[in-house]
């Protein structure tokens, strides 16, 4: 599978943004996806998870409600609507296949969308 991300952009603290995922390939066996962020300097960090059917959902602890993962099998596409958006919430975010649920990825990196959020 192959996965593209999109909507990213600058945005105030406090602000919303939504991300794309859109998916091409073997899209019709079931697959879970997940999205993760890298900020300059840092390690890569888990964000969300989406199982294919969308029962089940993960995220990471800094999160904290602020976030929403949700698909549409339909369209191929896996989406993260983030509010109350932080200056710490900086950074190129990814999405992948997660091989292990829910916080194991397969290491295929696209180019990610870059979010940015000022103070």
């Known amino acids: 599978v192959h996965l593209v991300e999109s909507g990213g952009g600058l945005v105030q603290a406090g602000g919303s943004l939504r991300l794309s995922c859109v998916a091409s390939?073997?899209?019709?066996?079931?697959?879970?996806t997940g999205w993760f962020r890298q900020a300059p300097g840092r390690k890569r960090d888990f964000v969300a998870a989406?199982?294919?059917?969308?029962?089940?959902?993960d995220y990471g602890d800094f999160v904290k409600g602020r976030f929403s993962v949700s698909r549409d099998n339909a369209k191929n596409t896996m989406y993260l609507q983030m509010n109350r958006l932080k200056p710490e919430d900086t950074g190129v975010y990814y999405c992948?296949?997660?091989?292990?649920?829910?916080?194991?990825?397969?290491?295929?990196w696209g180019q990610g969308t870059q979010v940015t959020v000022s103070s």
């Open positions: 992948a296949q997660i091989r292990t649920w829910p916080r194991d990825p397969y290491a295929y």
């Open positions: 390939g073997r899209t019709s066996e079931p697959y879970s």
């Open positions: 989406i199982n294919w059917s969308g029962s089940l959902t």
